[in-house]
């Protein structure tokens, strides 16, 4: 090795201006050629994992082709695979989840990244982010044996009894379903929606606060009229990325969602999800027909959470270039 | 103070402390969690969780020592798996690609980072499962492997890059070859970085439960070896919770204790190990 | 660097000693129905035989017929007879057949959870169906309330529960039900699993359990033991010869009488809604599938001595779960069965 390097110096330091040849003596061209194989391996991997989906599910693609999608009946016995309920019921209950979420997160993003002293602000996002390290499947053991509980026994008849006028809060009081699917999925992405949300606020530039301020608006006014319009897009994103998590969430929506396959205006009615029928019935799907079915589901899973992945990271990329944009 | 004004003050005085009960609603959900598994799992978590095995349905007594040890072999595997595709396809991206490359295996990481970890059960069990016919501690290895790779590789990246470039341009001005800089500089200088992002990816798969259901499946007795089902923690939290007897109850209330414990304190050891070095990078 | 290499000569160690390990594991999967009974068994099975593990998961009886066929699993178990095609399609994957090895008798009871009542409760052939088939909503309808004279029932909604996942439980129920209610087959049919016309899904015999455990006014179906062990009301059945019966060892053995003798030489057979005066409707046996050829000699050999000793001696174990032992004729046949297993 020192003798290469008393050599080398001549050509500079630049690596790009050695020779292929001393390159290759000095361990560079294996050591690139290495970590290329590594790196490669994890394209690989993608590649044929979508293969896998797309190759696993050829014949009930075929044979259902887009009646899949708006039909609903699931029936293993006659072999008909429409997957309408378990798509409705992932829609809703992310729908529902967001609907919690989102004014929730976003205000606690606002109080971390506007008003809380630096010191605060950094120990609450540890708390949150460590709330966001918690499994899904404990998230399932509380629903079942805390959240369920309290939904059937207060929150259902509450709602049946001021609301039931509403198609939304009908039927039976279960405990499980779409609502409380939706409660216990708000509570799993709301880490995501602050961490992120906070981190969009505070790339927003110091002097569009100090411009509104000075004009006179109130310190809410200052927040909501110009840090939060300018932050928009990555909150956004922050929510698309909330989105995605919920729609793939497995564990906890397959213990309190109650695991039928109804499209029912009611969020009370017990409902089934795209996840939650893949864990139930992957391991016993006795046809290749049903098989294949749950395989598409998958890949159905796969492509929503695909585009809302890449569409949130545009918006937050976005947003923080803005931010470090008008900075500069 | 003019009417309008004075309302003006109060909307905003009103609508900050909403924005302060939201941050203390978000917070005090993680200190529900944690006192709920205190109360119900504490009084299980005892000797006997850690070192029995499981007994037959619906008598009382046993643990989950088999589990935990699956648990443990899986998250061996997976990091012995994930772990050095994630950190040397962090180096190549980081030190060696162009950026055609780069945005591929980037963009391909996004994408595996953002699979649904049911998803990953499906292409596990159709990967490792179906053509060995044999459910297996190496099965869910590969899995959990397969979801640290993107959360270990993109932070790795970061990390590297967040390395300054003085160091790497005096270590060249000084002869070192460029792998060289980068096992003797650059990694090191990077060394806590790297660290925490491997310990957060490792806290973030030993919860997992999903990809676990059609890998590793699940076994009443030890699993020897690797090519054999074997019980993991949090599959056993999921069987024993929707189970009818207050037993099994009890006991997924203390495996949930013990798993969420494990989780946070990696999660806290990672955090303090960064504390003092480099603002953490986020995805 | 000597870390790294310190860490992973820990590593190899700890994988060699549990590499070491001698145990002969065997996997087999399928019906949570006999689960109970199969996890009382392979536990006292391993404590005589210490160097053997039979590792069962209950996943439910679709779940074994599809891992045995799939291969990935040593043996399967299920409590609805693998039909004709899927014994074909096993036979086109693998060239030999699948034998099925009926283990005990169990019986679906109907279980319910309604605050304030603890009468056992009377049910008709046309009130079980109405209630599934979505017809019958409230738990004071005539169709119920009727042979139930001085039980104070509730004008509450029902709560329906069944099975989420393929399962032998809904196979025996929806056979009875499709025995019994015209409208039941054409509408449904019978099967693993099936569209229900109404109700919560929840996966296991368990979990179906446990959600009638915890929610007021269901109703739903579980194998006997698991209604035992959890205290849980079940009611009595009217059989076909119109006698309210309940579930227990007599109804049960009464109901295999009839199939005992003519019992086929594939064990599969149907003894829902069987006759006899004393005969339980809902009952049924429950099999293991075993594939007829080993390619590993130990573990075929492993599994005809399991299969020996549970006609044998585990026999001894089921009633205080609950099952009824297998009638003397069967076990007889199982054991001449046992030499087709190569």
């Not at chain 1, 411009?211 to 939060?228: D, F, H, M, N």
Request: proline content about 5%; hydrophobic content about 50%.
């Amino acid at each position: 090795m020192a003798i290469t390097t008393t050599i080398v110096p001549t050509a500079g330091p630049v690596a790009g201006s050695r020779s292929f040849l001393s390159r290759l003596r000095e361990g560079d061209e294996i050591a690139r050629m290495i970590t290329f194989l590594f790196a490669a391996s994890v394209v690989l991997v993608t590649v044929l994992l979508v293969f896998e989906l797309w190759q696993g599910s050829v014949l009930a693609r075929h044979k259902f082709g887009f009646n899949f999608f708006h039909t609903s009946v699931w029936d293993p016995i006659f072999e008909q695979f429409g997957a309408l309920p378990f798509i409705y019921g992932t829609l809703v209950t992310a729908a529902v989840a967001l609907l919690i979420a989102v004014p929730l997160g976003i205000g606690a993003a606002i109080f971390l990244a506007e008003l809380a002293p630096a010191r605060v602000s950094d120990t609450l996002e540890f708390f949150i982010d460590l709330l966001a390290a918690v499994p899904s499947v404990i998230y399932g053991v509380l629903g079942v044996f805390i959240i369920v509980p309290l939904m059937r026994q207060y929150v259902h008849p509450a709602l049946k009894h001021s609301l039931g006028f509403l198609p939304l809060f009908q039927g039976p009081a279960y405990g499980v379903g779409f609502l409380t699917a939706g409660i216990v999925l708000a509570i799993m992405v709301i880490p995501y929606i602050i961490s992120v949300s906070r981190e969009v606020l505070l790339s927003v530039p110091r002097d569009q606060r100090e411009a509104a301020l000075s004009l006179g608006a109130t310190r809410w006014e200052s927040t909501w009229k110009v840090v939060v319009p300018f932050a928009r897009a990555g909150i956004f994103g922050s929510i698309f990325l909330a989105l995605a998590r919920a729609l793939g969430e497995t564990m906890a929506v397959t213990m309190v969602i109650g695991n039928t396959p109804t499209i029912s205006a009611s969020l009370l009615s017990p409902g089934y999800s795209i996840a939650a029928v893949i864990a139930n019935e992957f391991t016993e799907a006795t046809g290749e027909l049903h098989t294949q079915s749950l395989i598409e589901l998958g890949l159905v899973l796969f492509i929503l959470t695909f585009l809302l992945n890449g569409f949130a990271r545009l918006l937050i990329v976005a947003t923080s270039k803005r931010g470090s944009g008008a900075r500069a | 103070m003019s009417l309008r004004l004075r309302w003006r003050k109060f909307v905003s005085g009103f609508m900050l402390t909403m924005t302060g009960v939201c941050a203390l609603v978000a917070v005090s959900v993680l200190f529900l969690i944690l006192g709920y598994l205190a109360i119900h799992g504490g009084a299980s978590v005892n000797w006997n969780f850690f070192t029995k095995l499981p007994v037959p349905v619906g008598e009382t007594g046993g643990g989950m020592a088999n589990a935990i040890l699956g648990s443990a072999k899986m998250l061996l595997l997976a990091t012995l798996f994930g772990v050095p595709i994630g950190f040397f396809g962090a180096i190549y991206l980081a030190e060696f690609s162009g950026s055609t490359t780069a945005f591929f295996v980037r963009y391909a990481a996004d994408l595996l980072n953002g699979v649904p970890s049911i998803v990953i059960g499906i292409f596990a069990y159709s990967l490792v499962v179906h053509p060995f016919r044999q459910y297996s501690t190496l099965a869910g290895g590969f899995a959990l492997g397969l979801m640290m790779i993107p959360i270990t590789l993109r932070s790795t990246e970061e990390f590297l890059r967040g390395v300054p470039n003085p160091l790497r341009e005096a270590a060249m001005a000084l002869g070192a070859s460029k792998w060289k800089t980068i096992a003797t500089v650059i990694v090191p200088a990077a060394y806590r970085g790297i660290l925490t992002a491997i310990l957060l990816a490792f806290a973030r798969v030993a919860g997992e439960t999903a990809p676990l259901l059609f890998t590793a499946l699940g076994n009443q007795f030890w699993s020897p070896g690797w090519t054999h089902p074997t019980a993991s923690l949090p599959v056993m939290i999921y069987t024993y919770a929707l189970a009818p007897y207050d037993d099994w109850h009890r006991q997924a209330w203390a495996a949930g204790l013990v798993l969420l414990v494990l989780i946070l304190v990696i999660n806290i050891v990672a955090r303090a190990i960064l504390s003092r070095g480099i603002a953490v990078p986020r995805s | 660097m000597k870390r790294i290499a310190g860490m992973l000569l820990v590593v190899l160690t700890v994988a060699g000693v549990l590499w070491a390990d001698s145990a002969l594991s065997i996997t087999g999967a399928g019906a949570t129905f006999p689960y109970p009974m199969y996890s009382k068994w392979f536990d006292e099975y391993h404590k005589k035989n210490s160097n053997l593990e039979i590792n069962y998961q209950s996943i439910g009886s679709g779940g074994g017929i599809k891992q045995v066929t799939e291969g990935t699993v040593d043996f399967g178990a299920t409590d609805g007879p693998m039909n004709d095609d899927q014994l074909k399609a096993y036979q086109d994957k693998h060239g030999f057949g699948i034998l099925h090895f009926p283990t005990v008798l169990g019986a679906d009871v109907p279980a319910y959870n309604i605050p304030g009542v603890t009468a056992e409760l009377n049910f008709t052939q046309d009130a079980i169906a109405g209630i599934f088939l979505g017809k019958i909503t409230k738990w004071n309808d005539p169709a119920i309330a009727g042979p139930n004279k001085g039980v104070n029932l509730p004008a509450n909604d029902i709560v329906v529960v069944h099975r989420s996942e393929g399962s032998g439980t809904t196979y025996i129920w929806t056979d009875y039900l499709s025995k019994v209610s015209e409208e039941w087959k054409t509408k449904v049919g019978k099967g693993a699993s099936v569209n229900w016309p109404v109700g919560l899904g929840a996966k296991g015999n368990e979990s179906v359990a446990g959600t009638i455990k915890n929610t007021p006014d269901s109703f739903g179906y579980v194998e006997l033991i698991y209604a035992i062990q959890n205290n849980m009301p079940y009611g009595r059945v009217r059989n076909s010869s119109g006698v309210f019966v309940k579930a227990d060892l007599a109804s049960v053995t009464a109901a295999a009488a009839g199939a005992a003798k003519s019992m086929p030489d594939d064990f599969r057979v149907s003894i829902t809604d069987a006759p006899g005066k004393t005969a339980y409707p809902i009952s049924s046996f429950t099999w293991l599938l075993v594939p007829a050829k080993f390619s590993d000699a130990t573990k075929r050999d492993a599994i005809k001595g399991f299969v020996k000793w549970m006609l044998a001696d585990g026999q001894n174990y089921t009633e205080a779960l609950s099952y009824a032992k297998l009638p003397k004729e069967v076990v007889a046949k199982e054991l001449k069965a046992l030499n087709n297993v190569q």
